[in-house]
C-alpha cells in the first residue's frame, strides 16, 4: 500500500501540478476530515459530463433514453472499480486502520470513489481541458466497445424480447422492499418469469433501476440454463 504516487501519475499519463491534490483524492474518508469526499463530487460531474458527451457524438441516431442506459453502463460503479484496478489504484490509497484491516483497498465502492476524486484533483490541477482528455483516455476501450445493437436496449427489453422469441409469457416485476433515507433509497425487486418457473432479485436505488438489475440477473440466468 501507499506506493509513491508517481507511478500512479505516469499510469495516468498525466504530470500533475499540485500533486497534493492527487494524495487528497486518494485519501478515504477513514483515514482522516481532509479527504476526497468533495473531490468525488466534482469529479463524478465531470465524468457524466464528458462521457455524455463522447455517446452523443458516437451514437447520433440513439435516443436520450439510450443514452441515458448506454452512459449508466460506463459510469456505474463496477465499471469505475474496473478501470480503477487497472491502475492499480488500490495500492496508493490512503485508509483508516479498519478499512485496510476489511480489505477496503479492493472495495469496488472505495475503489470507484478514489477514480472520480483523481478525476475531480485533475480539473481543479489544471481544467477542463485536461480532465476531459484523461477521462477519453481511460475509458477509450469501453468507449469503443460500445457497437452493437443490442447495446442501446435496457434489459427490460432484451428480457421481453427474448421471452417473446421464445414464445413465452412476460415477466413481471413486485418491489419487495424499500430502504433508507428519502435521499438515498434502496429498493429490492423481484422479477418472476411464470413459464420459466423462475424468480431473481434485482437492487438499486431507485425502482427503475432496481427492475433493470433484475431484468439483467433474469437474463444472465436464462442464458446460462440454455
Same mark, same amino acid.
Request: proline share 3%; charged share 25%; with cysteine.
Given at each position: 500500500?501507499?506506493?509513491?504516487?508517481?507511478?500512479?501519475a505516469?499510469?495516468l499519463?498525466?504530470?500533475?501540478?499540485?500533486?497534493?491534490?492527487?494524495?487528497?483524492?486518494?485519501?478515504?474518508?477513514?483515514?482522516?476530515?481532509?479527504?476526497?469526499?468533495?473531490?468525488?463530487?466534482?469529479?463524478?460531474?465531470?465524468?457524466?459530463?464528458?462521457?455524455?458527451?463522447?455517446?452523443?457524438e458516437?451514437?447520433p441516431?440513439?435516443?436520450?433514453?439510450?443514452?441515458?442506459?448506454?452512459?449508466?453502463?460506463?459510469?456505474?460503479?463496477e465499471t469505475l472499480?474496473?478501470?480503477?484496478?487497472?491502475?492499480?489504484?488500490?495500492?496508493?490509497?490512503?485508509?483508516?486502520?479498519?478499512?485496510?484491516?476489511s480489505?477496503?483497498?479492493?472495495?469496488?465502492?472505495?475503489?470507484? @470513489?478514489?477514480?472520480?476524486? =483523481?478525476l $475531480?484533483?485533475?480539473?481543479?490541477? /489544471? #481544467?477542463?481541458? *485536461?480532465?476531459? !482528455?484523461?477521462?477519453?483516455?481511460?475509458?477509450?476501450?469501453?468507449?469503443?466497445?460500445?457497437?452493437?445493437?443490442?447495446?442501446?436496449?435496457?434489459?427490460?427489453?432484451?428480457?421481453?424480447?427474448?421471452?417473446?422469441?421464445?414464445?413465452l409469457?412476460l415477466?413481471?416485476?413486485?418491489?419487495?422492499?424499500?430502504?433508507?433515507?428519502?435521499?438515498?433509497?434502496?429498493f429490492?425487486v423481484?422479477?418472476?418469469?411464470a @413459464?420459466l418457473?423462475?424468480? =431473481?432479485? $434485482?437492487?438499486?436505488?431507485?425502482? /427503475? #433501476?432496481?427492475e *433493470?438489475?433484475? !431484468?439483467?440477473?433474469?437474463?444472465?440466468?436464462?442464458?446460462?440454463?440454455?
Amino acid at each position: 500500500m501507499n506506493r509513491p504516487l508517481d507511478g500512479l501519475a505516469r499510469s495516468l499519463e498525466y504530470d500533475f501540478r499540485q500533486p497534493e491534490l492527487l494524495e487528497a483524492a486518494l485519501t478515504h474518508r477513514s483515514a482522516g476530515s481532509h479527504n476526497n469526499e468533495r473531490l468525488e463530487f466534482l469529479g463524478d460531474a465531470a465524468l457524466g459530463f464528458v462521457i455524455a458527451e463522447g455517446l452523443y457524438e458516437k451514437f447520433p441516431e440513439a435516443s436520450e433514453g439510450q443514452l441515458s442506459r448506454l452512459r449508466a453502463t460506463l459510469v456505474k460503479r463496477e465499471t469505475l472499480a474496473e478501470v480503477a484496478r487497472g491502475l492499480d489504484i488500490g495500492d496508493y490509497l490512503r485508509l483508516g486502520s479498519g478499512e485496510l484491516k476489511s480489505g477496503g483497498f479492493r472495495r469496488d465502492s472505495i475503489l470507484a @470513489d478514489a477514480l472520480e476524486a =483523481i478525476l $475531480g484533483a485533475i480539473l481543479l490541477d /489544471r #481544467g477542463y481541458p *485536461q480532465v476531459h !482528455a484523461a477521462i477519453h483516455r481511460l475509458f477509450a476501450e469501453k468507449m469503443a466497445g460500445l457497437s452493437s445493437a443490442d447495446e442501446l436496449k435496457d434489459p427490460k427489453t432484451l428480457l421481453q424480447e427474448l421471452l417473446q422469441s421464445r414464445k413465452l409469457g412476460l415477466p413481471v416485476y413486485h418491489v419487495l422492499s424499500v430502504s433508507g433515507k428519502a435521499h438515498k433509497q434502496h429498493f429490492v425487486v423481484e422479477c418472476q418469469v411464470a @413459464d420459466l418457473d423462475m424468480s =431473481i432479485r $434485482g437492487e438499486g436505488s431507485n425502482r /427503475r #433501476g432496481a427492475e *433493470q438489475a433484475a !431484468a439483467q440477473n433474469m437474463l444472465n440466468a436464462v442464458g446460462s440454463s440454455d
